[in-house]
């Protein structure tokens, strides 16, 4: 176990819908990443937060919005949604902003778009 | 800008064999290196990372991996395989930019250990 939650762990909708993904980062992290993984792309980074505050932007669409709440939960918001959206999306947290600290990673949500 | 190639994205061994991973990665900048693993239906859980100092990096599960600046390389050994190892393994960079940076993954080398 992590200590990095993620919910829902699977998610079924149909094009055009919106999604709201959500991580809890371990205890005492305060940097939250988000990554897409699907079969054609890979690991793709999105988005991180530190302490609230946006800190890098990786490949991540228009149509998908993220923020990180002062209780230092986040959550991923993916608009419609097409089924190219469809993927394992994952949450890791870390202690530090920087390149050297580990990332630990919750175990995703898994979204299928029909 | 960061980048990381996998060669082979399957690699089958006998269980007590040799297992070679091979990461290549292109950096701008002094990079930080990972091997991460990720099990079926789990996140990701890292291996080991080289940071700064030795080269020859020591893991969880008796992996490790060397760092060679001249040939931009952070390939993956252990030297027997068990069955246990079957996974998916990623290699990733990162730049030591003095900022906050993301990680930047390959696209992953699939281990299978038979019998």
């Known amino acids: 176990d992590s200590g990095v939650t993620q919910t829902p762990k699977h998610l079924i909708t149909a094009t055009g819908q919106r999604v709201t993904l959500r991580c809890s980062p371990r205890s005492g992290d305060l940097s939250v990443y988000w990554y897409q993984q699907s079969l054609d792309q890979g690991l793709q980074f999105l988005i991180q937060?530190?302490?609230?505050?946006?800190?890098a932007k990786g490949n991540i669409l228009e149509r998908f919005s993220a923020q990180q709440f002062p209780d230092l939960h986040s959550e991923l918001n993916l608009s419609s949604l097409e089924l190219g959206d469809s993927a394992l999306y994952f949450c890791?947290?870390?202690?530090?902003?920087?390149?050297?600290?580990?990332?630990?990673f919750g175990e995703g949500s898994r979204l299928t778009v029909l | 800008a960061q980048s990381v190639t996998q060669l082979g994205s399957h690699v089958s061994v006998s269980e007590g064999a040799l297992v070679l991973l091979r990461c290549n990665y292109s950096?701008?900048?002094?990079?930080?290196l990972f091997w991460y693993v990720q099990y079926p239906n789990q996140g990701l859980q890292l291996l080991l990372k080289?940071?700064?100092?030795?080269?020859l990096v020591k893991g969880i599960n008796g992996f490790e991996a060397e760092f060679k600046k001249s040939e931009t390389s952070f390939h993956l050994t252990k030297p027997s395989a068990h069955m246990s190892d079957a996974a998916e393994y990623f290699c990733?960079?990162?730049?030591?930019?003095?900022?906050?940076?993301?990680?930047?993954f390959g696209t992953g080398t699939r281990l299978q250990v038979t019998l």
């Open positions: 937060y530190y302490n609230g505050e946006e800190r």
């Open positions: 950096s701008s900048v002094p990079p930080y």
């Open positions: 890791a947290s870390s202690v530090v902003a920087g390149e050297a600290g580990e990332l630990f």
């Open positions: 080289y940071t700064t100092g030795a080269t």
């Open positions: 990733a960079v990162s730049g030591r930019t003095g900022t906050a940076s993301k990680l930047t």
